[in-house]
């Protein structure tokens, strides 16, 4: 039988042997960890290497993923679809093991963190999500879902403000599958955290509701394992294991400083740690004896075999939950969702009403989310302005713990990396809403969905100038720019109830990324379509209003700008200039669509003018040199909104006098041009310059 410490130092000297070979990294982390992990994974964790995505396992989540070398270990060592290789190549191109954990590059790992405190964060939302699940699927004699959630955070993940906002709501909601292990060493990089974080942690979170067990010795394997069969224990409370352990556990000189905390050992250190850990063996050599003590493939395997069994008999006693809970984890939408969004979106077109997009967003989801049972929604304390809610949603609390709708409160951040969470578990389609102004608060959360290609919907009211007397402070000028720049995140801008229904059901139908939709929050006037129209509005840029011939000038809108573009088009057409316009809701998706059809959307031809009220910056790619972008280049100020779109410029006799100075300037050039193309090829001139040849 191998010792706990003898197992725990498998995950040292991997994780020092790795860092070294990349010449880059973190090891002291994994090697103050080490102690607590092996014991986690190899007394507590239900999990099977060989299938990493089983629906009922327990979720581990590294929050400080700096420290990644400790999951790979883990990961290896247990099992997983990982090889010594793959260790070699820790932070190497195209790796299994990138420098930081990353969701689908390798096989076990639940999450992408790095950014601290998200995984704590993301962790809340699957321990959320496991809860809401079990609440509606369980029934007696059958807990198909009966999992919990671990995660190992340190000192700099307590620090950010998303572990309050995520830890908070965790202990008001009362999560008690949800185990956190806090590697209390304190030192960061700058070094010991005593001069800038010393509070009373374990205080602060009982403060919250949360079981809190004290002073654990992290390098003592029986202290751990009672802490967490403790915490297991605990029903109604998450749960704070303060694990007190040493950086760098091992290596002898400077282990409990920063020195080890992001940089390579050197060799030298690297011998002395394996005498003092009494590890013997060669580098990324772990003897075979220790590789079958960690394997834990046959107790996954058993275990998933036993749900398997438990999950058959509940099909034939209860077949339509467990219709209903496969559809879920699968991420099926039910077949009748197509043609039943399509034709809603036709009657919103036949309807024909007036109404903020924020509104129209609400009847969207009056519509679509009874016949998903997935969707999961809420809002940052402003449900009553984002209208995020829907007829027959059940808010969810510690009474209705299946409940499909939760008021986060004033958490952005945390709302976001929590939906994050819930997406991640599987079962949902998480929706969130707060006004557009404060997704800078969310942001990071927002980028980590689009680089996991997280299904994740937000929904992002009050969506320019428009708001008014609130002022600088609430109106978004650069907000639908910025999402914009994420890479993966799709940003619909609708212009009326058709274009917002279609942005919901794109929103729901799209799984390998989430969706931004930018929403007013004053009416706006519903828009004339064809079915042909309705139907291209899925392309992301369509043509609203068209001219015969060639026009003269296309005008591109978003949002509540597109009603601007068809009166500028009136007086242009006044003024005897053919003229397009273009209702853009989605930029990202526009894109995406054949060369022919955006050539034929925008042709080279024509003046391409965007009007948007908000930073200019995305639209010059559309537009070209020779284009012109219509938008805000500061901010707002605090006034009524029709007199801050007549103070900016955002009316029809503005926009048209610019697309005519443009027009003029544009003919101006264009002459120039002919004269030197004429001058160029005038006989004289050939002449000239045979002569001098």
Known sequence: MTDHRTLANAIRALSMDAVQQANSGHPGAPMGMADIAEVLWNDFLKHNPADPDWWDRDRFVLSNGHASMLLYSCLYLSGYDLNLEDLRNFRQMHAKTPGHPERGRTPGVETTTGPLGQGLANAVGMALAERTMAARYNQPGYDIVDHRTY???????????????????????????????????????????????????????????????????????????????????????????????????????????????????????????????????????????????????????????????????????????????????????????????????????????NLATRKASQNALDAFAPQIPGMFGGSADLTSSNLTNWKGCVRLTNESLDGNYLSYGVREFGMAAIMNGMALHGGFIPFGGTFLVFSDYARNAMRMAALMELQVIHVLTHDSIGVGEDGPTHQPVEHTASLRLIPGMSVWRPCDATETATAWKTAVTRRNGPTSLILSRQPLKAQVRTRRQVKDIARGGYILRDCSGIPAVVIIGSGSEVQLAMETAELLERARHTVRVVSMPCMDVFETQSSIYRNNVLPEESLIVAVEAGIQDNWWRLVGRDGLVCGMTGFGESAPGDVLWEHFGFTPSALAAKVLRALAKREKRRKQLLNMVVTETHPMVLRDRQTTV
């Not at 950010?160 to 995520?166: L, N, P, Q, R, V």
């Not at 800038?196 to 654990?216: C, K, L, M, Q, T």
């Open 151 to 353: 995660a190992l955070c340190g000192d700099g993940c307590l620090m950010e403000g998303i572990s309050h906002e995520a830890c908070s709501l965790a202990g008001t909601l009362g999560l008690g599958k949800l185990t956190v292990l806090w590697d209390d060493n304190g030192i960061s990089i700058d070094g010991h955290v005593a001069g800038w974080f010393n509070e009373d942690v374990p205080a602060r979170f009982e403060a919250y509701g949360w079981h809190v067990v004290r002073a654990v010795d992290g390098h003592d394997a029986e202290s751990v394992a009672n802490a967490l069969r403790e915490a297991q224990s605990e029903s109604d409370r998450p749960s704070l294991l303060c694990c007190k352990t040493v950086i760098g556990f091992g290596a002898p000189t400077v282990c409990g400083s920063h020195d080890c905390h992001g940089a390579p050992l050197g060799r030298q250190e690297i011998e002395a740690a394996r005498a003092a850990l009494d590890w013997p063996h060669g580098t990324f050599e772990v003897p075979e004896g220790i590789r079958q003590a960690w394997d834990a493939r046959k107790q996954g395997n058993t275990a998933q075999q036993t749900w398997k069994e438990t999950f058959a008999a509940y099909t034939i006693e209860h077949p339509t939950l467990a219709a209903e809970f496969k559809a879920r984890m699968e991420g099926t939408l039910p077949k009748s969702f197509e043609a039943n969004a399509s034709k809603y979106i036709l009657t919103q077109q036949h309807e024909g009403k």
